[in-house]
């Protein structure tokens, strides 16, 4: 067996080894039995949703019950169900065509499981984000070893539970803790890692797994841009952008990052986001979530001081109530203020104001790829255009965030928003290897092409050529 785990921490080697030595003696798995997995896991994760909820909302300090159910616990279901309603479509060898040459021979494509694969989850959300992959390494045949965000910490507890009471541990593990953690679970000898956080470890990540020529899938972050028309209705585009911005109070990697408007519109527009944010969160109750931790709270502050010191007008609705930071607002921005050179990944929403749609573009191909683009306009063509000069991760027309929802689509970034995709078929090919395999027939034609050389060959070869 290759690559020698002895030099890393027990608590980091042991259950890998054991997962390792599991899939060399048992390394296949029947349709059946993954749906099997799939279903037991669906069933824990309905009977426990409250707990994943009451989880979340204390790792949080302030986690909408809701927004739990409708961001984690939802699209987990949804996923298991998809994902379990495709698995023999998806498992089934895909024929391919064979050259004339080659015929009678016939060729297909096997999706085989990869062996013991690794998923390293953020905080935001993190039911969702461990969970989701998990379902989908499962149901590729593999063993999956999951590490999730320190941040989380009673998130984490419950994950390792879930995962103890649905799999033996030689099939499904959780490991706790932070960076040193994260470093030397990224440094194991994985027949796949999926790394989902931000770009800054998504690099220490890629290299460690470099190291062991281990393939990454990253999901990472990055600054998504709202693009409006100057036709499109501002009170409909300010509704929508609302209910995508401040969902988690913003803490979404898909989260609109910032908007571009036309000129002169800007007002307006505060006016209106602000009004509907007023509407979903009139209190910052229990809809609305809080910062992560202190930390990312003091993050938050520290870039509306410093665009306010750069000279941004900063317009908040209500005060802040602990780690709640009502939705603001930014105007009159520039790429001196860190909001416009960092993801955001809070409720502070900065608004770019452009003259020429081209010069819109222009802004968001000057800056890394991004996860997600919105595009704002009722001109199918105009549309096409901005999708076809703009390259992001995923897009949406005339809303936000919704892509990622949609399990027939693929989910991924581009560039610094990442590598790779996942969610559906796409997840299923991800956490398989697409093996090509050329079945000979009995009688060959090749068996003629062979040496000692002479004219037939060259006559052959004359008209081939
Ligand atoms: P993070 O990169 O800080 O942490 C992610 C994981 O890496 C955690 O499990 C953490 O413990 C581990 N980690 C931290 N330091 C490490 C190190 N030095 N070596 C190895 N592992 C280490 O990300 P985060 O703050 O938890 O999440 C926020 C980021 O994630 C944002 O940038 C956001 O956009 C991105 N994100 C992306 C997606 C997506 O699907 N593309 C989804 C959610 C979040």
Redesign the pocket.
Known sequence: MPDSTSDFPESVRAPFDLMRQAWSESPVSTAKERKQSLTGLLKWVQANEKRVAVAIDADFGGRSHHETRLAEVMIVVNGIKHTRSHLEEWMAPQRREVWWMLEPAQGAVQRQPLGVVGV??????PFQ?AVLPLVQALAAGNRVLI?????TPQTSDLLAEMCAACFPPDQVSVIT???E???A??SLPFDHLF????????R??MQ?AAKNLTPVTL????KSPVLIHDSYPLEKAAGRIATGKWLNAGQ???APDYVLLPKGKEQAFADAILAQAEKMYPTLGDDYTAIVSERHHKRQLALLEDARAKGATVIQKGESKGRKIPPTVVLNVSDEMTLMQE?I?GPILPIEVYEELDQAIARINSRPRP?ALYYFDHRGKRAESVLQRTVS?GAVINDVVLHLANEELP???VGH??IGSYHGLEGFQTFSHEKAVFYQSRFALNGLFKPPYGSFINFVLDRLI
């Open positions: 390293m989850a953020p905080w935001n959300y984000l590490k999730p965000s320190e941040l803790g932070g960076p953690v994260g470093a679970f990224s790394f989902t956080g931000s770009t800054q470890v998504g220490l990540v460690a999901e990472l972050g990055g979404t990697c898909v993801e990944f996860l991760g989910f991924g970034g928003s990442g």
